[in-house]
T-cell receptor, first 112, second 113 residues
Framework: DTEVTQTPKHLVMGMTNKKSLKCEQHMGHRAMYWYKQKAKKPPELMFVYSYEKLSINESVPSRFSPECPNSSLLNLHLHALQPEDSALYLC???????????FGPGTRLTVL | GESVGLHLPTLSVQEGDNSIINCAYSNSASDYFIWYKQESGKGPQFIIDIRSNMDKRQGQRVTVLLNKTVKHLSLQIAATQPGDSAVYFCADLDPQGAQKLVFGQGTRLTINP
């Protein structure tokens, strides 16, 4: 299985809502990543987990809260988001940091 | 700022022709580079990678060239097909924090029938 899955595919939420994005991989990868991608822009790194521990936080606002419950799962908890947070949120995993990252299809998030 | 950039935001080629997408990087210490393809509504898909101890690497219909002297990277796609239409990103791994992949702005490749 060489696939990274993400749910939901689309999410619409209000600024007072709490929601979560989920990512799963069964490739045995120990590094997992969250990226944010705005329209017509490249992906921008948000968080890196290595062996289930947060190793990089790219100064992301606290309204985004990542969680890695086990080596196969990665969550991104969302609370009190702003309309400018609307974007495609991509999850990726890799077997090592000097190896290719496999990306999921993303969750298209709209904040009203 | 970003360590990678692209020369052209868009590129159109005729089906069957070869295409070349260019990328420049600024950090001479960068030592690992990846090309990704992103189709509309999908996540980036790995195409090919190259490490700094190589000048050239070939895959199926794709070739990546690395010129460390001028800090330039290119992706050549041979005999382009309609399915090659996508946005192509080069990315490099920050050698100071090897977990951080930095993407260039992307080139939109359109294959004309």
């Amino acid at each position: 299985d060489t696939e990274v899955t993400q749910t939901p595919k689309h999410l619409v939420m209000g600024m007072t809502n709490k929601k979560s994005l989920k990512c799963e991989q069964h490739m045995g990868h120990r590094a997992m990543y969250w990226y944010k991608q705005k329209a017509k822009k490249p992906p921008e790194l948000m968080f890196v987990y290595s062996y289930e521990k947060l190793s990089i936080n790219e100064s992301v606002p606290s309204r985004f809260s990542p969680e890695c419950p086990n080596s196969s799962l990665l969550n991104l908890h969302l609370h009190a988001l702003q309309p400018e947070d609307s974007a495609l949120y991509l999850c990726a995993s890799s077997s090592g940091h000097y190896n290719e990252q496999f990306f999921g299809p993303g969750t298209r998030l709209t904040v009203l | 700022g970003e360590s990678v950039g692209l020369h052209l935001p868009t590129l159109s080629v005729q089906e069957g022709d070869n295409s070349i997408i260019n990328c420049a990087y600024s950090n001479s210490a960068s030592d690992y580079f990846i090309w990704y393809k992103q189709e509309s509504g999908k996540g980036p898909q790995f195409i090919i990678d190259i490490r700094s101890n190589m000048d050239k690497r070939q895959g199926q219909r794709v070739t990546v060239l690395l010129n460390k002297t001028v800090k330039h990277l290119s992706l050549q796609i041979a005999a382009t097909q309609p399915g090659d239409s996508a946005v192509y990103f080069c990315a490099d791994l920050d050698p100071q924090g090897a977990q951080k992949l930095v993407f260039g702005q992307g080139t939109r490749l359109t294959i004309n029938p």
